[in-house]
């Protein structure tokens, strides 16, 4: 069996995934992990994990400059919130960037 073997783990098809809500997982979720067990790769497993599943849509669901911008939007959202968080506090920065990335994802895929 390879990775690329769906038989055992299917995944929604990938025009069908709400992008928005993988993005809200990945980016809190991903907070939250690393977070709570102290462990921060365990928490960028979950941002990347996220991350890959969401470009996986965006890929399929939109052009190439799009999937750029977004997935560009992710990591940057990830990557702001740590000087922001600096200046107003971690969980307003998480839900601040994860707003902005999530809009963004369901503006320029999911509505789509």
Known sequence: ??????????????????????????LIG??????ETG???L?????AAAGAYAG???????DIP???A????YVGAFGLSHPLAKKIGPWPAVLTVTGVAAGAACVLSDLK
């Not at 991903?30 to 977070?35: F, I, Q, Y």
């Not at 996986?56 to 939109?62: E, F």
């Open 56 to 62: 996986r849509s965006w890929a399929k669901k939109t």
């Open 1 to 26: 069996m390879s990775i690329c073997d769906n038989s055992k783990f299917p995944l929604k098809p990938a025009k069908e995934v709400n992008t928005a809500s993988v993005v809200v997982t990945g």
């Open 66 to 68: 799009t999937t750029a």
């Open 70 to 73: 977004l997935v560009g939007t």
């Open 30 to 35: 991903g907070w939250l992990t690393a977070r």
């Open 39 to 41: 462990i921060r790769p």
């Open 43 to 47: 928490g960028g497993v979950i941002l």
